[in-house]
């Protein structure tokens, strides 16, 4: 497998963590600089560590993870989503319960957002593709492309105002049902 299909592969799994990081910045979540560190560092290390789980649970465990994966990332983000149009309604001090930055929602994102890694490393290993130099990139470009979403997302937050909350879940649910509707066609 050549660096630029690396590279590639490494830049279509960060699109999630990147609509995410993005989403929150939006919702005025990730607009200090360690909010932003958190996300996109969480965002890397599991999109980073995944493919290497993948990899090492190579073909004997595939039939198994394969039946369920999507449905377990669905969830997960649908939950997220959920909560973010949820606390669209809520007063601003119980918003701070729900900070996509911080805590469960952070790595439940994390996860979520990284499952297709996991499957990445499991045909990595099918492929017999050594893993270190993929998980080195994969982690680092979404940490890189999570950071600049998030810079984005500010910009759009303030334009959108509060609303962008609402769009944002409808996107994390969205997100899910594209995982969803793409492992089941």
């Keep these: 497998m050549s660096l630029l299909e690396i590279v590639l592969i490494a830049i279509g799994l960060a699109m999630d963590a990147s609509a995410v990081s993005m989403t929150a910045a939006a919702a005025g979540y990730a607009h200090q600089k360690r909010q932003v560190f958190r996300l996109a560092f969480h965002f890397g290390l599991f999109q980073g560590i ?10 004997t465990v595939v039939s198994y993870i ?4 999507h449905w377990v990332a669905f ?9 973010m149009v949820v606390s669209w309604f ?29 499957a990445v490393g499991l045909s990595f290993s099918l492929l017999d593709v050594s893993i270190w130099l993929p998980c080195l990139l994969i982690g680092m470009i979404t940490l890189i492309l999570s950071i600049a979403a998030t810079q984005i997302g500010k910009v759009a937050g303030r334009f959108l105002g ?7 879940g409808l996107i994390l649910i969205g997100i899910g049902l594209r995982i969803l509707i793409t492992h089941l066609a």
Excluded: Y
């Design 50 to 59: 995944m493919p290497l789980l993948g990899w090492l649970l190579g073909s």
């Design 66 to 69: 394969e039946n369920w994966d």
């Design 75 to 83: 969830a997960l983000l649908a939950i997220v989503g959920g909560r």
């Design 90 to 118: 809520e007063k601003d001090e119980e918003k701070l319960k729900s900070d996509p930055t911080r805590g469960w929602t952070l790595i439940t994102l994390s996860v979520a957002t990284s499952i297709d890694a996991l």
């Design 162 to 168: 509060k609303q962008v909350e609402v769009l944002g």
